[in-house]
């Protein structure tokens, strides 16, 4: 268990509205990833933050923005959601190297 | 050209047999090598992970890197119907950011 928590878990929107989902830690790594995952795509980064304030994009961040105010806490929000948006979002975090990440359970997003 | 690439599958196989799944890569600056495994609607869990070529070995988990083709390995030995999965590969360059294989679903039958 690395100590990631998402909420919601599950979420249905509607197209154009704004969403966020919560990633949170509870072992203060300054490391934290936002991946989505599609049938056939496998997982696609899509920001990741290396320190409180400071951020990144991935490989598919349009239409995506982050913030991290405090070191448990990374928001992932889609300012206004598309049906090409709907996907499985996992938060990451890293531990003591770059290629030991650990996920989140996931958050099944769907915008119809 | 994805970056990445891995068999799709999915395989099936009985218990007890070989498991052998297989990526190859287009990116010679990858120095990390991971292998995750993802049960259906979790999260990935980190398997293995090495930085060179030649095999690793984890219990019956067998990690084999061939860095000049290109080509990464992952064999489980005695399989076991707890062993049903999708397989995700993954690597990096050792800037935190790491591309994914599309992953290979595993059925044992028992």
């Known amino acids: 268990d690395a100590g990631i928590t998402q909420s919601p878990r599950h979420k249905v929107t509607e197209t154009g509205t704004p969403v966020t989902l919560r990633c949170h830690q509870t072992?203060?790594?300054?490391?934290m990833y936002w991946y989505r995952q599609d049938p056939g795509h496998g997982l696609r980064l899509i920001h990741y933050s290396y320190g409180v304030k400071d951020t990144d994009k991935g490989e598919v961040s349009d239409g995506y923005s982050v913030s991290r105010s405090k070191t448990e806490d990374f928001l992932l929000t889609l300012e206004s959601a598309t049906s090409s948006q709907t996907s499985v979002y996992f938060c990451?975090?890293?531990?003591?190297?770059?290629?030991?990440?650990?996920f989140g359970p996931g958050t099944r997003l769907t915008v119809t | 050209q994805k970056e990445v690439e891995q068999d799709p599958g999915p395989l099936s196989v009985p218990e007890g047999a070989i498991v052998s799944l297989n990526c190859t890569y287009s990116n010679s600056a990858f120095q990390y090598f991971m292998w995750y495994r993802q049960y259906s609607r979790k999260g990935p869990e980190l398997l293995m992970y090495t930085y060179s070529s030649g095999n690793k070995e984890d219990g019956r988990f067998t990690a084999q890197v061939d860095k000049s083709s290109k080509y990464i390995s992952l064999f489980i030995r005695d399989s076991q119907p707890s062993d049903s999965a999708t397989y995700l590969c993954a690597m990096g360059v050792g800037d935190y950011k790491l591309s994914f294989g599309a992953g290979t679903t595993v059925t044992v039958r028992a």
């Open positions: 990451a975090i890293s531990r003591d190297t770059p290629y030991e990440q650990y």
């Open positions: 072992e203060n790594h300054r490391y």
